[in-house]
Each structure stands twice: as structure tokens, then as C-alpha cells.
């Protein structure tokens, strides 16, 4: 049996340890697009800030880790499937497989703007940028940091804290618009103000332009923006053509079923690439999130080798950001649903914000702000679907108490269990 893996992140080097631990005397293969080790994009930031080496944000630092386990760690372009010859095209050579797994990840946007394809304008995605704007992480240097999603958010800390004179652009209200709301969003904004960050929301770029060695912004309203280093940081798409292009049925992305197979039984799926079950909303989506990409990847890998026997019952939407020292998170359905009821706990002065949002008496969907603590209990009650009954009311009164909430009905759970 030869498993071939289309992708080095977190999905396809999970998958991959699965597959060897369930067949061990497989042949088994990792094909990544980049000719680097597989590494983590999580571990970019504390590279930019020189926390860690480069080799620090290899996914497996052990030296000899794949060798040890017999995997076979390739570097190439895949651009086509042949599912009935069972073989892929990889930068002109074909390599065969029983049963494949496409973890292919997803590729940043570029945003619609002039001059994006200036020199000194930069994604920050992968190793390769990495290296291009650590050269500009020093006191002195001006960034213009295009989007306060996600990604934008994970470097900007790095970026304030080289010295740099650090410009964010936002088209939305907030910052972090996908996992926040108004309230959390603007204090996240208020928070990076204070901390020396010029941030900017409800504004466009309409073009970027060389003046005088520098690089200068055209914004919708306000003076011109000059910056040294442009970084670019509007979203992911997933990374789909290929399969696309080889007959498989793709949506937003490649669609899978609940075993994580695609429309041919011997090609999976996993990760940020896979359009798979949403737990929230029982649906079939994209989430471009590592703890989904890792889950995806070990379900992925055990239906391959054993048979499709484990059920994927739906990945919980789950962000935690860390924004120059405040946490924020945001699990299920964070933005509630029509006929909910919600409740919020604020206090601006600490930065601490607490968002509840239900469903009858079941928590649905949560946001936090400057609170640590609560993190894995409110991921716990959402994907238990823990019928909360009159603590709903106590939670409506005083959101703070999640955690009584918690104990108070695993207890009881775990009494009846017992007793039964």
C-alpha cells in the first residue's frame, strides 16, 4: 500500500504519523509545495521578532524525525490527478498511489489594489516572505499593513515591537471583523493605539505608487500613507485548481463527505483545502484553521488505512488571536443566531469583554476578550450541546459564572452516569 500526502502543514504531517502508526509497512510519501521542511505559519511571528530560528518553526524539530518513521518527504509542484491510472503529476514526473490525501492548504489573496506587484509589497505567508520583511523589523523602518484580519493580527505584534512605525488598513469597522463583533473589535483597535500602532478602519486603498524610494498610498479619505515595506495580509483562498482540473467535485472547496472522502473513494481530504462539516451549523464549509486542519488530518488518516469507520462529526469554529498581548477568542457560532438570546459582560477600562450567545437553553456560539480562563470551557459546553436549564438564566444574569455553568452540569452528567 502506497499513501501519498499533497501538502507539509499541519493537516499532511498529522495525517501522515497516523497513517504510519495504523499500517506500518505501508509506503508513504509527503509531497510538499515549498522547498522547505514542514513548518508551521503559526510559528512565523516569533521568527520576525527573532524568538526562534528559522528552524524553529519546523512542525518537527527532532532531526531524523520522517526518516525514523520511514516517511518520505518530497518537494514539488503537483498539477494533475489521474484517478484512473491512480497517479499524480509532480513538476513533470508521475508518482503512483493506492489511496490519497490532498491537504494542499490555501494561498493568500491579493487585494484588487495598483501597485501590489511593486518590490517591497509583501504577503506574509510563507518562509519566503518571512525572510523579505525581517529585513524591515527595525526601529527607523516604516510597514503599512494592509487588513486586520487574522493573519494581520498574528504578525502586527511582531511588527510594533521591532521599532518599526506600524500603519494597519481596514475596509471593515473593527478590527478582526470574522471573529468579532463592534464592541470587541474597537476595543482590540483601542488597545493597539495605545500601544503606539496608527490603525485605520472604514478605509480603502485605492493604490500603492514609488515616490522617492519609498512606497506611497493612496487611501479612499486622508493624506497619502509612505512606508518602506507594504505587507498584504486580505485572506486565503484554498488551494483547489488542481483537483478541480482532475475531475473531482469542488465547491469552495474540495467537497468531502463525512469520512472526509472526496467524489473518488480513494482521494481524501483534509484542512484548510477541504470543504468539510461545520459543527455549528451542520453544513459543509471551509475552515482555514489549524485545530480543524489537525483534526481533519488524523480522521483523514484513519479512514484511509482502516476503512471509512470514524464518523467526522463537525469541526467547532474556533480562533484564538493573540493582538500585541490581548487574547482574544471566538468559538461556534460567535455572531448568534436570529431567534437567540445573548448576553455580554464588559468592562472597557481592563479590556475584558464576554459574549454568550444561545439557543434556547444551549450555548451556541462565544467571544472573549482579555480572559484566558474560560477558553476551553466554553469550547466544552458549545460542542457538548450541555442543555444548560435554569444556569441559562444565572449565565443571562452573570456571564462570568461560565464556569459554575460548566462544573455544575458535567457533575450532574457524570452522577447520573454513574448511578445508571
Not at 257 to 282: H, K, M, P, V, W
Not at 332 to 361: I, S
Amino acid at each position: 500500500m502506497h499513501y501519498v500526502v499533497i501538502g507539509a502543514g499541519p493537516a499532511g504531517v498529522v495525517a501522515a504519523e497516523h497513517l504510519r502508526k495504523y499500517d506500518p509497512d505501508s509506503k508513504l510519501t509527503i509531497i510538499g509545495g515549498e522547498s522547505e521542511p514542514p513548518y508551521s505559519r503559526m510559528a512565523i511571528p516569533y521568527y520576525l521578532v527573532k524568538m526562534i530560528k528559522e528552524n524553529g518553526t519546523h512542525l518537527r524539530k527532532t532531526s531524523g524525525h520522517y526518516d525514523q518513521l520511514g516517511i518520505d518527504v518530497e518537494h514539488g509542484r503537483v498539477t494533475a490527478i489521474d484517478s484512473k491510472s491512480k497517479s499524480v503529476s509532480v513538476d513533470g514526473r508521475s508518482v503512483s498511489y493506492d489511496k490519497l490525501l490532498l491537504a494542499t492548504g490555501a494561498s493568500p489573496l491579493t487585494p484588487p489594489i495598483p501597485g501590489t506587484d511593486l518590490e517591497g509589497v509583501h504577503n506574509c505567508w510563507d518562509l519566503a516572505d518571512a525572510r523579505e520583511i525581517i529585513k524591515y523589523c527595525e526601529p527607523g523602518k516604516r510597514i503599512a499593513l494592509i487588513g486586520a484580519g487574522f493573519i494581520g493580527c498574528i504578525i502586527l505584534e511582531a511588527l510594533a515591537e521591532s521599532g518599526a512605525e506600524v500603519h494597519v488598513l481596514e475596509m471593515e469597522n473593527r478590527m478582526v471583523p470574522r471573529m468579532m463583533n463592534d464592541m470587541a473589535g474597537g476595543m482590540i483597535k483601542q488597545w493597539c493605539e495605545n500601544k503606539g500602532v496608527k490603525v485605520h478602519t472604514s478605509i480603502q486603498v485605492n493604490g500603492i505608487e514609488k515616490k522617492g524610494g519609498a512606497l506611497s498610498l493612496s487611501l479612499s479619505e486622508g493624506p497619502d500613507i509612505e512606508a518602506d515595506l507594504v505587507i498584504t495580509a486580505t485572506g486565503v483562498a484554498p488551494n483547489v485548481d488542481f483537483a478541480r482540473d482532475s475531475g473531482l467535485d469542488v465547491g469552495e472547496g474540495i467537497l468531502v463527505n463525512e469520512y472526509l472522502q472526496t467524489s473518488d473513494e480513494s482521494i481524501y481530504a483534509a484542512g484548510d483545502c477541504a470543504q468539510g462539516r461545520d459543527f455549528s451549523t451542520g453544513q459543509f464549509s471551509v475552515q482555514a484553521i489549524q485545530p480543524t486542519a489537525v483534526e481533519h488530518g488524523r480522521i483523514a488518516a484513519n479512514n484511509m488505512a482502516k476503512g471509512d469507520d470514524l464518523y467526522h462529526r463537525g469541526s467547532v469554529n474556533m480562533n484564538v488571536l493573540a493582538t500585541m498581548g490581548l487574547i482574544s477568542s471566538s468559538f461556534g457560532l460567535w455572531m448568534g443566531t436570529d431567534d437567540g438570546d445573548k448576553a455580554e459582560l464588559l468592562d472597557r477600562d481592563k479590556f475584558t469583554y464576554l459574549n454568550l450567545q444561545f439557543k434556547d437553553d444551549v450555548l451556541v456560539g462565544a467571544s472573549s476578550l482579555g480572559l484566558t480562563e474560560h477558553v476551553g470551557v466554553l469550547r466544552g459546553l458549545i460542542q457538548s450541546k450541555t442543555r444548560l436549564k435554569n444556569w441559562k438564566d444565572k449565565l443571562m444574569d452573570d456571564p462570568s459564572r461560565v464556569m459554575e455553568a460548566y462544573l455544575a452540569n458535567t457533575q450532574a452528567v457524570g452522577h447520573n452516569a454513574h448511578v445508571l
